[in-house]
């Protein structure tokens, strides 16, 4: 879409700049007449090189008494580009939510690698089965200063036939990818709550100070899309990880298996985005402003903004929304999460068939991330926060479980699934919110398949089979839900045939 807000005056009943307004009380200009024909037609590239070479193999006649030592070791080279070439309306800056500005940039990366498995023990009492394994990586990236070196360790241990203990503690590592680093920077209208929503009755003497200090109303209320900045960062480093895992596998029963892995991570320097809620709270709720998240909110006038401020506030424009919100790619500070993973299943002859159940799911411990240091940890498992990584609301919910049901013959199959997702409370819900809790959900999806012959089968079924709407919560975009939480679309039938060659 094609847009100059200052081509003319709102009284001279013109639209966008490019549309024809039959409205309008003066005809289009020779000036604007021209510019709409400005083409739109960027280009995006990205080109990939990449050379590999691996080996494996075991270490011969030097064995240990579960068996032979294994390896593999190997080199990696690749080399990175990206371009943004803009073109036409959108170089003049006339497109929305579209970068004017040409980007361009490669890295080039070595890798050496080295992995081994030793089997330690194998069929004596105590131990059918007892392995360590162990793994290095060399990472050197042209982008980056330090040559990063990162381990992995494991072990398995199968005491008795049917029940296996494992457990990993892995270094990670994770350049930023070129198009974290090289992306353009353009405007987004990403959803946030306003922390001056009706300030007035709030019991914060602190955000009392900062709304007013805004010249907002006491009853202020806003438009819930902020008016961003979102894409790449150049400046990017790696992200560095540490992860442990212990988990515990049981299947010595006929037909029936049970695993339970628990999982501590931790990252840092992860990159991502600090998210348009937490920039706003952070701010808005320290003395004066004196938040370091409050210099990421630049105005109306930042960068490819180009929009009439707020006459007495700096951080908001003449809508009075929060305007030039810098939520590009960042290394923030740390992320710790913690839960466990569980996988239930059984299957039992039936009819002619086989009848399958299972049940999987994870329980999120915890889910706290620090976007700078020195910033508050913000605690988001069981809430509604902002996704960090995808820079929108969503639900971080203590429980997500499947609960699944089918059957099978040689001829077709019948299955039905049912998705939990448990509620979120908005971790930015103020005193006047109206719902601060988004309920918990749950889903019904069935599907039938016919196998006509060894090619050709045929599929229908259905996903939310009951039509089940996403839960109301206050405050999140027009919709008032969290819409990368929920089944916005309702209920969706399908047909669908697959030929197999």
């Given at each position: 879409?094609?847009?100059?807000?200052?081509?003319?005056?709102?009284?001279?009943?013109?639209?966008?700049?490019?549309?024809?307004?039959?409205?309008a009380?003066?005809?289009?200009?020779?000036?604007?007449?021209?510019?709409?024909?400005?083409?739109?037609?960027?280009?995006?590239?990205?080109?990939?090189?990449q050379?590999?070479?691996?080996?494996?193999?075991?270490?011969?006649?030097?064995?240990?008494?579960?068996?032979?030592?294994?390896?593999?070791?190997?080199?990696?080279?690749?080399?990175?580009?990206?371009?943004?070439?803009?073109?036409?309306?959108?170089?003049?800056?006339?497109?929305?939510?579209?970068?004017?500005?040409?980007?361009?940039?490669?890295?080039?990366v070595?890798?050496?690698?080295?992995?081994?498995?030793?089997?330690?023990?194998?069929?004596?009492?105590?131990?059918?089965?007892?392995?360590?394994?162990?793994?290095?990586?060399?990472?050197?990236y042209?982008?980056l200063?330090?040559?990063?070196?990162?381990?992995?360790?494991?072990?398995?241990?199968?005491?008795?036939?049917?029940?296996l203990?494992?457990?990993?503690?892995?270094?990670?590592?994770?350049?930023?990818?070129?198009?974290?680093?090289?992306?353009?920077?353009?405007?987004?209208?990403?959803?946030?709550?306003?922390?001056?929503w009706?300030?007035?009755?709030?019991?914060?003497?602190?955000?009392?100070?900062?709304?007013?200090?805004?010249?907002?109303?006491?009853?202020?209320?806003?438009?819930t899309?902020?008016?961003?900045?979102?894409?790449?960062?150049?400046?990017?480093?790696?992200?560095e990880?540490?992860?442990?895992?212990?988990?515990?596998?049981?299947?010595?029963?006929?037909?029936?298996?049970?695993?339970?892995?628990?999982?501590?991570?931790?990252?840092?320097?992860?990159?991502?985005?600090?998210?348009?809620?937490?920039i706003?709270?952070?701010?808005?709720?320290?003395?004066?402003?004196?938040?370091?998240?409050?210099?990421?909110?630049?105005?109306?006038?930042?960068?490819?903004?180009?929009?009439?401020?707020?006459?007495?506030?700096?951080?908001?424009?003449?809508?009075?929304?929060?305007?030039?919100?810098?939520?590009?790619?960042?290394?923030?500070?740390?992320?710790?999460?913690?839960?466990?993973?569980?996988?239930?299943?059984?299957?039992?002859?039936?009819?002619?068939?086989?009848?399958?159940?299972?049940?999987?799911?994870?329980?999120?411990?915890?889910?706290?991330?620090?976007?700078?240091?020195?910033?508050?940890?913000?605690?988001?498992?069981?809430?509604?926060?902002?996704?960090q990584?995808?820079?929108?609301?969503?639900?971080?919910?203590?429980?997500?479980?499947n609960?699944g049901?089918?059957?099978?013959?040689?001829?077709?199959?019948?299955?039905?699934?049912?998705?939990?997702?448990?509620?979120?409370?908005?971790?930015?819900?103020t005193?006047?919110?109206?719902?601060?809790?988004?309920?918990?959900?749950?889903?019904?999806?069935?599907?039938?398949?016919?196998?006509?012959?060894?090619?050709?089968?045929?599929?229908?079924?259905?996903?939310?089979?009951?039509?089940?709407?996403?839960?109301?919560?206050?405050?999140?975009?027009?919709?008032?839900?969290?819409?990368?939480?929920?089944?916005?679309?309702?209920?969706?039938?399908?047909?669908?045939?697959?030929?197999?060659?």
């Amino acid at each position: 879409m094609l847009l100059d807000p200052t081509a003319c005056a709102a009284d001279d009943g013109c639209a966008a700049v490019g549309y024809w307004n039959p409205f309008a009380k003066n005809t289009m200009t020779q000036e604007q007449s021209d510019f709409a024909s400005v083409t739109f037609s960027p280009v995006r590239k990205g080109t990939t090189t990449q050379f590999m070479a691996n080996l494996s193999g075991d270490l011969g006649d030097l064995e240990l008494p579960g068996g032979a030592i294994q390896w593999a070791a190997g080199y990696e080279r690749r080399t990175e580009y990206y371009l943004n070439e803009p073109d036409g309306a959108e170089a003049l800056g006339q497109v929305y939510g579209q970068a004017g500005e040409r980007t361009e940039g490669d890295y080039s990366v070595e890798e050496v690698y080295a992995e081994f498995n030793f089997p330690i023990l194998s069929g004596v009492p105590f131990a059918e089965r007892l392995t360590f394994t162990a793994a290095v990586r060399a990472s050197d990236y042209s982008n980056l200063e330090d040559t990063a070196t990162n381990t992995k360790f494991g072990f398995e241990w199968e005491p008795v036939d049917g029940l296996l203990t494992r457990a990993t503690f892995a270094e990670g590592f994770r350049a930023p990818s070129i198009t974290e680093l090289f992306d353009p920077q353009e405007q987004s209208a990403l959803s946030y709550t306003d922390p001056c929503w009706s300030y007035g009755s709030s019991t914060n003497a602190t955000l009392k100070a900062n709304c007013a200090a805004d010249g907002l109303p006491a009853d202020f209320t806003s438009d819930t899309q902020s008016n961003a900045i979102v894409g790449g960062n150049p400046d990017l480093e790696a992200e560095e990880s540490e992860s442990i895992t212990v988990g515990i596998v049981y299947s010595g029963i006929e037909n029936f298996s049970v695993a339970f892995d628990y999982f501590d991570i931790k990252i840092e320097q992860g990159i991502g985005t600090a998210g348009v809620d937490n920039i706003a709270n952070e701010c808005y709720n320290s003395v004066a402003f004196s938040s370091p998240l409050c210099a990421l909110i630049k105005g109306s006038k930042y960068g490819p903004l180009d929009t009439p401020p707020h006459p007495t506030s700096p951080r908001r424009n003449v809508s009075e929304v929060l305007s030039g919100v810098l939520v590009t790619n960042a290394n923030l500070s740390t992320f710790e999460t913690s839960g466990v993973d569980f996988d239930f299943s059984y299957n039992m002859d039936l009819g002619g068939g086989t009848f399958t159940t299972t049940l999987n799911g994870t329980y999120l411990m915890a889910y706290d991330y620090t976007l700078t240091a020195g910033s508050d940890t913000i605690e988001a498992a069981g809430m509604v926060a902002a996704d960090q990584w995808e820079g929108n609301p969503a639900v971080f919910a203590e429980w997500r479980t499947n609960l699944g049901f089918n059957f099978a013959t040689d001829d077709y199959s019948a299955n039905v699934t049912f998705r939990y997702q448990s509620e979120g409370e908005d971790i930015s819900a103020t005193d006047t919110t109206l719902d601060s809790v988004a309920d918990s959900v749950v889903y019904t999806d069935i599907q039938g398949t016919y196998y006509i012959n060894d090619t050709y089968t045929i599929s229908a079924g259905a996903r939310n089979l009951f039509d089940v709407k996403p839960p109301y919560i206050s405050n999140y975009d027009d919709s008032n839900t969290v819409n990368y939480s929920y089944d916005l679309a309702g209920q969706y039938l399908y047909v669908k045939a697959t030929a197999r060659f």
